[in-house]
């Protein structure tokens, strides 16, 4: 048994990125599949949110940390340029990421429909409705930045790109989401591209247990 664990469940964005950064990297994992809050995911992360990582005596939690750990840590092509310069320009990507990309394309929108909380269960229009004006400008600076190489930093994929695929795979599973994308020729020609990586194409979540 590997003795690497990607701790959370296979349909967290977060934790797919860390599957991709082990599969991209040839570093044998064992997927860990547990929900946020559970006794495993708490065990690790202060706030019990999901990935956490083990790997012998190293504990992690934070998708950031986890997919910085995978690539230093591990043989293989490194995920993100050494040099000061590109190493800067994944970590800016990133951060980006999880602080503005996410809360609002996927906590915000996308979350509206997988988990609503109406009291029917149907999407929360008044959330989406309220993230639809905001999103354009992020779909526009995604498809600018993957325009000239395909990548959003260099000419090869990184952990700026591990950690934006998973978002944009999401957004390809609602209406207006994926009408943005679609009007955007780079970037859906980007998610095209590497959804057919078999790092990714292998670990393409499940769908959400109906409850
Ligand atoms: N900044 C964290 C975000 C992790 C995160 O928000 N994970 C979600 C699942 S996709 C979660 O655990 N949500 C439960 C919660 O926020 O309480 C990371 O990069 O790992």
Redo the contacts with the bound molecule.
């Keep these: 048994m590997p003795d690497l664990q990607i701790i959370?469940a296979p349909q967290?964005?977060?934790?797919w990125a860390c599957r991709i950064a082990c599969g991209e990297k040839g570093v044998p994992y064992e997927l860990v599949p547990v929900f946020?809050?559970t006794p495993e995911?708490e065990a690790i992360h202060p706030?019990?949110?999901?990935?956490a990582m083990r790997h012998g005596d190293v504990t992690l939690?934070?998708?950031?940390a986890i997919l910085h750990y995978i690539d230093h840590a591990f043989p293989g092509a490194p995920l993100a340029p050494r040099d000061p310069v590109g190493g800067a320009l994944v970590e800016q990507w990133i951060s980006l990421h999880?602080t503005a990309i996410d809360p609002l394309l996927l906590r915000q929108y996308g979350l509206a429909y997988v988990f609503p909380g109406t009291s029917d269960g149907s999407p929360d229009r008044a959330r989406i409705d309220a993230a639809l004006p905001k999103m354009g400008p992020h779909f526009a600076l995604l498809d600018r930045a993957v325009a000239t190489t395909g990548f959003l930093v260099g000419d090869k994929l990184t952990l700026a790109d591990i950690t934006v695929l998973p978002l944009l795979y999401y957004m390809t599973k609602f209406p207006e989401s994926s009408a943005m994308l679609a009007a955007k020729p780079a970037l859906s020609a980007y998610v095209e591209t590497l959804l057919a990586r078999p790092a990714i194409a292998d670990t393409i979540p499940p769908p959400m247990p109906t409850r």
């Design positions: 959370g967290s964005n977060f934790v946020p809050h995911a706030l019990g949110k999901i990935p939690y934070e998708s950031r999880n």
